[in-house]
Structure formats: C-alpha cells, structure tokens
T-cell receptor, first 113, second 114 residues
Framework: DTGVSQDPRHKITKRGQNVTFRCDPI?????LYWYRQTLGQGPEFLTY????????KSRLLSDRFSAERPKGSFSTLEIQRTEQGDSAMYLC???????????FGSGTRLTVV | AQSVTQPDIHITVSEGASLELRCNYS??????LFWYVQSPGQGLQLLLK??????LVQGIKGFEAEFKRSQSSFNLRKPSVHWSDAAEYFC????????????FGRGTSLIVHP
C-alpha cells in the first residue's frame, strides 16, 4: 500500500492558463474522488469515479473543469482558462467498493496569479 | 442532502488536558461517520469511522468518538492531548450505500498550549 499520490504538489499559474493535475490511487481501490479545499474550509466534493466511469459531478465543477480516469487507474483533473477563484488545494481520495474509509493524497496546491 | 456542522472554529487546550470536538450531522437515514485530521499543507488522515454496531468507536492516536443517534452527534474525544495533536480536524458524513460520497464540515482548529 503506497498510498494515494498526487502530482504536482504545488502549481503556480497565470490567469487564463490551463493546468492539469494527476492522481494515482491505491492500486486495488476502484473508487476515486476529487475534492477542492479553500482556506479555512472543509473539502468540497467535485467529482467521483467508479473504475473508469465518472458517476457524479458537483455543481462546483464548471464547464472549465474536466476529469478523466481512462483505464480505471490514475485520474487527471484539468482546469481550463484558470481564474483567481480557482486557487485552492485539490485533493484526491480513493476507496474500495462497499468499504468507505477514503484514503487521501497530500493534495495539489494551485495558486492563480 | 446530508450536512455536517462543526460549531467550534477554534479550540484551545493545554497539553495533558482532555479534549472534545463537536460534530452534528443531518441525514435522513443512518449515516456513515468519519473523523479526519489534517496538518498544515497536507492531505487528510482518517482517525476513525462509524458504520454500525458499537456506538463508541476507537481510532488511532488515542482518539475515540461516540455516535448518538438521538442527538445526531458524533463527537471526538481524547483523554490527554499531546502537543503533536495540534491540527485541523474534520468530521464527515456519507450515505451508507450508493456512491458513499462524504460531506465534510468546515473543520475545527486545535491549538495546544504547553
């Protein structure tokens, strides 16, 4: 069990640029979740995959956001035309079926300048 | 829709003192309940979880939590706090089926005085 890995740990980008984050879940976990956390707040749900299928998306996930999990293993989260309001910590978590007890990665801290 | 309330934004305790962090949830059925801890700049670490059965749940690092259905609460306790416990603590609730997507409270920041 190597844990959930997220890359990069930090990303600074200029407003209007596109960014992509990667999450590698625990290998036997088929469920994968993306969350966003702003300063002083709890994590807010963005989207959820079961294997390669994206089953739920939050209203927070605007048209500029897209997530994929092409082979049911790693996942990517892309933000197009970044805005200052996108500055946050983006967290990924994974779990097994029928056994919630989500393991979180260390997150990707995005700063939009 | 489920929701979680952590009424205390900050809690300050002296090292060695006991601790109780409050969590109230709203959910139509019996939920799954969790407590997570987050150190600055890090992800969340699971302290303990409640699915069913014994309402007093033991977790890591000497923490425990008690599920009280009548009060819709899942308070976190520790008998003697260590300086290393200073962190942000999050309570979460998820449905007991389907997507299991957890909803988090806004967190309680624990400050430990020597």
């Amino acid at each position: 069990d190597t844990g959930v890995s997220q890359d990069p740990r930090h990303k600074i980008t200029k407003r209007g640029q596109n960014v992509t984050f990667r999450c590698d879940p625990i290998s036997e976990h088929n469920r994968l979740y993306w969350y966003r956390q702003t300063l002083g707040q709890g994590p807010e749900f963005l989207t959820y995959f079961q294997n390669e299928a994206q089953l739920e998306k939050s209203r927070l996930l605007s048209d500029r956001f897209s997530a994929e999990r092409p082979k049911g293993s790693f996942s990517t989260l892309e933000i197009q035309r970044t805005e200052q309001g996108d500055s946050a910590m983006y967290l990924c978590a994974s779990s097994r079926d029928h056994s919630p007890g989500y393991t979180f990665g260390s997150g990707t801290r995005l700063t939009v300048v | 829709a489920q929701s979680v309330t952590q009424p205390d934004i900050h809690i300050t305790v002296s090292e060695g003192a006991s601790l109780e962090l409050r969590c109230n949830y709203s959910y139509g059925a019996t939920p799954y309940l969790f407590w997570y801890v987050q150190s600055p700049g890090q992800g969340l670490q699971l302290l303990l979880k409640y699915f069913s059965g014994d309402t007093l749940v033991q977790g890591i690092k000497g923490f425990e939590a008690e599920f009280k259905r009548s009060q819709s609460s899942f308070n976190l306790r520790k008998p003697s706090v260590h300086w290393s416990d200073a962190a942000e603590y999050f309570c979460a609730v998820s449905p007991s089926g389907g997507s299991y997507i957890p909803t988090f409270g806004r967190g309680t920041s624990l400050i430990v005085h020597p």
